[in-house]
């Protein structure tokens, strides 16, 4: 991988998970860098999906990017249920 496919990894990953955690009612207390973690993740897995259904992968496809979008609702929704909430003081 290239540093190029990396950050645009990263770039994407920020972009996906900030739409899942968009989706997901209520307040979540996970940090930012967590959101984009769950989103680089998101976006390998809902590519892996969308090709073990046959949809193509290739370039931009919008039913690889909803894909992309439900799995990050389901991680932050997995993560902000096991992350412990911040403190307020």
Do not use: D, K, Y
């Not at 009612?25 to 892996?48: H, K, Y």
């Not at 439900?70 to 932050?76: F, I, N, T």
């Amino acid at each position: 991988m290239t540093i190029g496919g990396i950050v645009s990894a990263v770039v994407l990953g920020a972009v996906v998970g900030a739409l899942g955690r968009l989706i997901v009612p209520g307040r979540q207390s996970m940090p930012a860098w967590l959101t984009v973690l769950v989103g680089i993740v998101a976006a390998f897995a809902g590519t892996g999906l969308c090709a073990m259904v046959g949809l193509r992968t290739s370039g931009w496809n919008f039913w690889e990017t909803i894909f992309q979008v439900g799995v990050a609702a389901a991680g932050v929704c997995a993560v902000a249920a096991f992350w412990p909430p911040r403190s307020h003081r």
